[in-house]
């Protein structure tokens, strides 16, 4: 991290002692980045009165005290000095996050030094652990002085005060800087928390936030399952859908929110520049029903099929039928009754048959749930009927069949060329004249920014490819990694090119038109792609421009820039008055940083963004498996654990997306009580305190 930050040399004393100016891509501190604790010694020497009669032996460690304290009186100037350096930039923070914005510095002060040997100093003596400061640096160096201070004057082999000079300037320091506490930076963390999220209803610790899209339409009863499952904030990206999808998504929310008296806020993702595969040409309008089988293929049991006349809706949330199927004749639901059995005609011409099991009243009319042994192809006006002694009596025709996601499989050495061109994705079998898939991809930045050599990754990862060779209008691709049967390709998934120095518009004009919606029906906007400190600029002036000084502003960290040039970005944005928080989208940051980094990453993420006292969401694959088939593995289990630490973990739509809510509700919010009381079953009660 230290890499976004560059130290002065002598020759720039004189513009340092004038205007204090720094560009917008530094932040200067006062040493350089090897400085190490040792220095620390020499530079307190220097600025301090000497000190006393040697160290102060513990009982089981023997700590030079002395040492000791002059180290932690330098890295306290250090962090004063830092603060000093930053001045022009500070100033320049609104109001709200002046505080916050000088910790972060403080921060980044403590971060350029090498400390390892202070920091086990202090661990020898159990008095402060340095990598728990970063919310209140100062505060803590400060009290960690005065207490070492009041050990030498508690030692008989103290002969004078050696600390008087820093004792007092540190008690001045704290009557001019009473915003400085502990206490203080926390109910900061705390109020920007609420600012942005809300308040935490209840007993609950962690916000929850749901991304939904056009399917929650598709139900009555899911938005309001969603929050009374726990959600507090629902995510709508601006990538897909449109604004009369996202209008009555958040009249439902607003509906729901009223009706169970649970406030929940609106999030609202711009696109933003992001390289995704353009749409592939779509499937036939057919849906697949298969029983499940055992290993002999044996039928263990039937596909679970819901009917319904298509005004009646989505099948209730407590059903999970195989497929899906509306009949365009309401007639059908007066003359089907339990225990027929419909007959029809599949796509390829095979008999099937579907017996009704079960009906159900909703909403809207009446739905059956049906059985089916057989696999079947049902697509769009098939014809369902009953057979009745003689004759066969019709009762309805399927409609509305959507059609199959196109895809393509790529494999291991496959060739794959991504084109500018949009009428060459209107084929995507393999067999052209080069012997390779095609497809397209409208974004010219892409073309304009690879270099053969290069890597590429789609999906998030999942394939990977070398760039053999371009054009201004033909990408050429050799496939590096898949899976051993091969992997899926389909529309709208994510290009990322790790190696290229590619240079995006941070907001784009979709984004512009998108924000016009956004101004009147979200509480916060999520800012897609951040990489540089213009991108917040131009973000700025657009929140300005439209008088939303008010809307809450998250800064989506999924690029390796957007990492490295973190507290630069927060700074930036600390300039405006908007609500602020950064969300860790660890699918595409996972992909441009590598997956062996992730974790260090989302680590440093959360400790720059306490330093800054902003609310960080966790992002991305959480309870993946559970949303998507109901069993969750070890370690999504734990990874929610680690995301407590966060303000709020963000969970993505899928088929038992409410069970996923309400499992993620259980493990954030859970408490120790339970096993405190199995404990105390070990320990004679007359030793608890």
Known sequence: MTTAFATPHENDEGERSGSHACSDEQVFVPLENNYSSNDLDEEAAGSLPESGSGGFQMVEHSVNLASLLDKLKALHLHVLASEQWNASRLKLCHNNYVESAKNLIHYLALKCLDIEPLKDDLALISLLNLEMVNSSVLASLTTCIELLENLQLNSSRTGKDVSAGISTQGKLYHQKNGNFTINTMRTKACLNRELLLGPLQGSRCTHIMTTVGEEALESETLITDLIKAGTSIIRINCAHGSPESWSEIIRRVKRSSQMLEAPCRILMDLAGPKLRTDNLKPGPCVVKVSAKKNATGKVIFPAQVWLSHKGAGAPPPHLSPDAVLFIDDENFFTVVKVGDSLRFFDARGKKRMLKISRVF???????????????????????????????????????????????????????????????????????????????????????????????????????????????????????????????????????NIPDSNIRFKGVTSKDLVDLEFVKSHADMVGVSFIRDTRDIIVLRQELEERKLQNLGIVLKIETKSGFEKLPLLLLEAMKSSNPLGVMIARGDLAVECGWERLADIQEEILSFCGAAHLPVIWATQVLESLVKSRVPTRAEITDVASGRKASCVMLNKGRHIVEAISTLDNILNSNSRQMKAEVKSLVPSSHLV
């Open 361 to 495: 009243h909703v909403f809207s009319g009446t739905g059956f749930m049906a059985e089916c042994t057989r696999t079947a192809y049902v697509s769009s006006g098939t014809e369902l009927y009953i057979k009745r002694k003689k004759d066969r009596l019709p009762v309805g025709q399927v409609v509305d069949v959507p059609p199959r996601e196109s895809s393509i499989r790529l494999r291991v050495g496959d060739l794959l060329i991504i084109s500018r061109d949009s009428t060459c994705g209107e084929d995507n079998s393999y067999g052209h004249v080069s012997g390779a898939y095609r497809i397209t991809c409208s974004s010219g930045y892409l073309f304009d920014a690879v270099k053969p050599g290069e890597r590429i990754a789609f999906d998030d990862g999942k394939i990977w490819g070398v760039i053999k060779g371009t054009t201004s209008s033909e990408i050429v691709v050799s496939i590096t990694h898949a899976g051993l049967r091969g992997t899926k390709l389909g529309s709208q998934k994510s290009i």
